[in-house]
């Protein structure tokens, strides 16, 4: 539905990414309380009260789908904080993201998410 | 003789990128050497912390928000200024033959062990790695 929006549009940026949700067991397992207090931003912190392996597994992918539509360099956790993801219906999401606090860059795109066995991943992309 | 950052950092990050301590070389890129993705490397930031029991604030160790403005970066490529910049912010990173076809996206390419063990170093306050990993 999202897509129909943009047809005139012109393709910025595409992004994907993958990851197994084993590996977000293990991360959130061992690093549980930092992810609360260093990965999400307010808005997330207030959204998730209890962080779930899916919650977070879709962010992660989310956010760094949008992150390669981009093409920035790799920011670390100030990038992901700085993030907003709005849920749409189904599995489709909004992204926007001004890298830097002063910054006259805004991005903005959209994305769904797909699942395969123990595999999530988000499709992102930006429109000129 | 290994010293006790070296191994202390060889074990943090076989312990995050799931290989073999060995493995773990001064010059190996986490990246394209030792395979890192990007939750790997959120994963090293937070057990490096908890080893060393120190906070990693955003952008010591990678650059945030330092190429954002144009001047920095021109159509994805960084600028000789954004070249300097990066040397000075982020002294810890060695950017070698990058510099002769610096695309920002490759940039995480050159985050090595080195750069850590360099970081570690200064935060540390004491040269404690081996002659092998500042050579």
Known sequence: MLLVKQQHAALKGVGVDLISCLRIKQFLARHGDYVRARFLNASERRSFKRLSLQNFAELFTAKEAFFKACGEAWMGLEGFQGMRMKRRSGDFFEMEWRPARHSKVIYRGEGHFFRSGDLVGAQAMIWK | ?135
């Open chain 2, 1 to 135: 003789m290994e010293n006790e950052l070296f191994v202390k950092v060889q074990q943090t990050l076989a312990g995050a990128l799931g290989v073999e301590q060995s493995e773990i070389t001064p010059e190996a890129s986490l990246k394209r050497d030792l395979g890192a993705e990007s939750i790997d490397f959120i994963d090293i930031i937070f057990r490096l912390e908890k080893t060393f029991d120190i906070k990693i604030p955003s952008g010591d160790l990678f650059p945030s928000h330092l190429l954002n403005d144009e001047k920095f970066v021109k159509e994805g490529i960084i600028t000789a200024e954004g070249l300097n910049e990066l040397r000075t912010k982020l002294p810890y990173l060695e950017l070698g033959e990058f510099s002769k076809d610096p695309q920002i996206t490759k940039l995480a390419d050159q985050f090595t062990v080195n750069m850590i063990l360099r970081y570690l170093q200064d935060r540390l306050g004491k040269h404690s790695c081996s002659d092998q990993c500042c050579s």
